[in-house]
């Protein structure tokens, strides 16, 4: 499945205009903060609204300005992980799973079918023994999975991230890189991973795309960037860092 992301929003003090695309692969959006790597999360997921451009998603148009198209967020299909997780505190880690699925958390005529599918979500992400307790009786690199579990138990079309590693210390940071790889192998769907951390960009990205200024201005295979860099505004964002191979293939999957 293919992404094409052609916005315009004019905000106070800042303009975001990007074009780019990606096809079935992890795309990291890299760059410094305040570079509109979020400000593109949000459109994509229809929690902004861009004043011109469009957004589409294996062919379904999502959002296009001059038709009037304007998809809100949950029939987009995009699973969203925030920067703080925005877990709910009142909630086991089962009902915050629970509640990627349809909003809202509880019973209803789907409600054996929907604990079928939390289980599995569970299981597959080592939470098992963990769905009773709450956000706050568990670690930071569990809330993390939590988080994602609930992002995808609904198979959403594309997963969107923004720097939900960047709290952790770099042990689990690369531990949680590991399993984003997994998922996206696992689930076989476009991610888009928003950082301003070049060395797990490298790692992690089949595709990197570098944002300065509110407009993507390089995208490719993290070597190819890095290697060759569009222009000197570029270089300085990635020159001076000597970064490792990615963990990912140009599709996006492992190296094996």
């Not at 967020?73 to 629970?98: C, S, W």
């Not at 990205?205 to 390089?218: N, P, S």
Request: overall charge positive; glycine content about 12%.
């Amino acid at each position: 499945m293919s992404l094409s992301v052609n916005i315009k929003k004019r905000l106070k003090g800042f303009s975001l205009d990007v074009s780019w695309s990606m096809g079935n692969e992890l795309a990291v959006l890299f760059g410094r903060s305040g570079a509109g790597k979020s400000l593109t999360l949000k459109s994509m997921a229809g929690l902004m609204r861009p004043d011109e451009g469009s957004i589409v998603s294996g062919g379904r148009v999502l959002l296009d300005i001059p038709s009037g198209v304007d998809l809100p967020p949950q029939k987009r299909r995009f699973g969203y992980v925030f920067q703080d997780l925005a877990l709910f505190p009142h909630m086991t880690v089962r009902g915050n799973i629970e509640y990627g699925l349809n909003g809202k958390a509880g019973g209803g005529p789907g409600k054996d079918r929907a604990a079928e599918k939390v289980k599995g979500m569970l299981d597959a992400f080592g939470l098992g023994k963990l769905g009773d307790k709450n956000p706050d009786e568990i670690s930071g690199g569990q809330r993390q999975r939590v988080a994602l579990a609930r992002a995808l138990v609904g198979r959403p079309q594309a997963l969107l991230l923004d720097e939900p590693f960047s709290a952790l210390d770099a042990p689990l940071r690369a531990e949680m890189g590991r399993l984003l790889v997994e998922i996206r192998r696992e689930f076989d769907i476009p991610v888009v991973l928003v950082t301003h951390d070049l060395q797990e960009a490298c790692e992690l990205a089949g595709r990197l795309i570098v944002y300065q200024g509110g407009k993507a201005v390089q995208s490719g295979p993290p070597e190819e960037v890095v290697s060759r860099p569009a222009s000197q505004d570029v270089a300085s964002l990635l020159m001076p860092r000597q970064v490792r191979p990615p963990l990912t293939d140009t599709h996006g999957g492992k190296r094996k």
